[in-house]
């Protein structure tokens, strides 16, 4: 306990949190003499100057922190993309692994696959509405596709890199095909499925948001989602609400993808220490 | 005794193992990739044989077609035409008896040092304690007990090439067939590892056939020699090492045999790396007689006129 403690503590005072915590001090620093300002040396600032100050934005934060609708649109939000993440972890993965391992399969999956690769996931917005009987398994949908392809392909890459030699060598020593799967192509594929996980995850927040915004976030009142929380406030004026969306999203992106990295960090502890 | 490795251990471990299996021919083998005018010959008419019980070193020009020949052995690759056979037996595919320990490391990286060794147990539904013990055996034979928990990246070099002879050896192949193995290691561990290698075979005198560029190597490690063409590859020569087992590096330098297979094998391979050359290469040659005058001198100061 008290090890760990002192590795915290070693951590927090490493120079790269140091420089880091800098890093945030100075643009929060210049965000709000800006939009204070207005107008530096007599020109007027074309951006900042419209934004809500850092000292407003908390104000206002810290008024929403006790606002059930708030954390209904964390909860929601967070609930989409973990739906589309999970079935695109659970469909994606196998199918990748298919297209490695069978040239047949893959011969006749994937012309389809690159057809429907390259169209953007926003752009199945409204036929996902058309196709799904409700609101929230088309956001969920759509959020499933931002991330399905991006893990789809790492996997079949993964696959088809692995060196030729630990065939070989696994043949030799007499194992089965499905032994070599087991024991070979999955683990060397592992790396493959953290990276495509940890990059899929960052597009599903992308999606999840857009869909949000553009389906109304499932219409009725309080929480429709972060990105319908963004838009709501947009549409209600107030300014400081769209800045403590946008910055949850940034706070639920990153904790997503810390998580990931430690899940990941964990299978593969070949490639952690040195 | 449904556990071949364990029912010779004993064998294995007791000086020389009365090991009947192994010998392997190759008779008439050609191996060339592509077909009709885009074809490439890197084999060609090849016939030699891997005694029992003998480590046989194959020696050439690096890139005359060595590792295809591997590939043959292994069972990887077929041949275009003739025949190779371990004990009589046509080899179809790959399989036990022959293990391959290859030029870079292809060793698990995401398994630890003990995981790979048991990889072959493993694969064939024998994990149990005789097979794991064997496995201990082997961790503290190549001297990486206290390394069983390490995954590869975190061994070095050498280390490694032990822990991928240690995974080779629990299969208890009848042959081990080893490509440039010690290949990019420094000039001291190669050295640590011949000495280290040769102190194996010489324990089991298990069949084994090693693959390599390097003349000393070559010369230290062998029973018998074979020297290779360029490409298309066959077989340039064959001799005999009469050097003393026990190997070790101190006696081998004056040992006035093993000058001498020295410099008949580099005049051939000399003869040979020219032919790669279109113009013929000077430094080559002025290297190969600036050798053989120097080991000449020796040769003749120590024999009694």
């Keep these: 306990m008290t090890k760990s403690l002192t590795r915290l503590r070693k951590k927090l005072l490493s120079r790269a949190s140091l420089r880091a915590m800098i890093s945030l001090a100075v643009f929060v620093l210049l965000w709000e003499l800006g939009s204070r300002s207005k107008q530096w040396l007599g ?30 649109s964390w909860y929601l939000s967070l609930l989409r993309v973990l739906a589309g993440f999970i079935a695109a972890m659970v469909i994606g993965i196998p199918l990748g692994l298919l297209m490695a391992v069978s040239k047949t399969f893959y011969g006749l999956s994937f012309p389809s696959f690159e057809i429907l690769r390259p169209i953007p996931p926003l752009a199945w917005v409204p036929i996902s509405i058309i196709f799904w009987p409700t609101q929230e398994l088309s956001i969920a949908f759509v959020t499933f596709l931002g991330a399905f392809f991006t893990v789809v392909i790492n996997v079949v890459g993964g696959a088809k890199s692995i060196d030729g030699r630990f065939f070989q060598a696994a043949q030799a020593m007499g194992a089965s095909q499905w032994d070599i799967f087991r024991r070979v192509v999955l683990p060397a594929t592992l790396p493959s499925i953290v990276v495509g996980s940890s990059v899929g995850m960052g597009i599903t927040w992308n999606v999840v948001v857009a869909a949000e ?49 430690a899940l990941g960090g964990l299978s593969t502890p070949w490639l952690q220490k040195r | 005794m449904s556990n071949p490795i364990a029912s010779d251990r004993p064998a294995g471990t007791n000086g020389k193992a009365p090991t009947t299996a192994g010998e392997i021919r190759v008779e008439g083998v050609s191996k060339a990739y592509g077909s009709g005018l885009f074809s490439k010959t890197v084999i060609n008419d090849c016939s030699f044989a891997i005694p029992r019980n003998k480590l046989t070193v194959m020696i050439g020009p690096s890139g005359c077609g060595k590792s295809t020949l591997i590939r043959l052995l292994a069972g990887f690759e077929k041949p275009t035409s003739g025949s190779i056979t371990i004990d009589g037996k046509p080899i179809t ?3 036990k008896d022959r293990l391959v320990v290859f030029q870079e490391s292809a060793l698990f990286p995401w398994m630890t040092t003990f995981d790979n060794i048991m990889y072959g147990p493993r694969a064939r539904g024998e994990d149990n304690p005789q097979s794991r013990a064997q496995a201990e055996f082997l961790l503290e034979k190549v001297g990486l007990k206290a390394f069983r928990k390490k995954y590869p990246p975190q061994l070095s070099g050498g280390m490694q090439r032990r822990a991928e002879l240690a995974r080779a050896m629990i299969n208890n192949p009848d042959v081990m067939i080893l490509d440039e193995p010690f290949r990019g290691l420094d000039a001291m561990s190669k050295e640590l590892m011949w000495e ?3 102190g194996l075979f010489e324990e089991s005198h298990r069949t084994n056939f090693f693959v390599t560029t390097d003349i000393d190597e070559a010369i230290f490690l062998a029973d018998r020699l074979i020297v290779m063409t360029n490409t298309p590859t066959k077989v340039r020569a064959v001799i005999d090492v009469d050097i003393p087992r026990p190997r070790r590096l101190v006696n081998i330098f004056d040992n ?3 000058n001498e297979v020295k410099m008949r094998a580099l005049s051939l391979l000399h003869e040979e790396a020219m032919k790669s050359f279109s113009g013929g290469s000077r430094a080559a040659a002025d290297f190969v007689e600036a050798y053989s005058r120097r080991t000449g001198d020796r040769a003749n100061g120590a024999k009694p006129a």
């Design chain 1, 43 to 72: 020109v007027s600032l074309p951006w900042i100057g419209q934004v809500p100050a850092p000292s407003g934005v908390l104000r206002v934060w810290t008024g929403l922190l006790t606002d059930a609708g708030y954390w209904q």
């Design chain 1, 213 to 261: 915004m553009i389906s109304g976030g499932g219409g009725s009142g309080s929480g429709g989602g972060l990105g319908f929380f963004i838009w709501n406030s947009y549409v209600g004026g107030s300014y400081e609400q769209i800045v403590v969306g946008m910055i949850s999203i940034g706070i639920a992106g990153f904790g997503c993808s810390e998580v990931l990295r």
């Design chain 2, 93 to 95: 595919g790959p399989g």
């Design chain 2, 256 to 258: 006035d045999h093993a």
């Design chain 2, 196 to 198: 280290y290698y040769a």
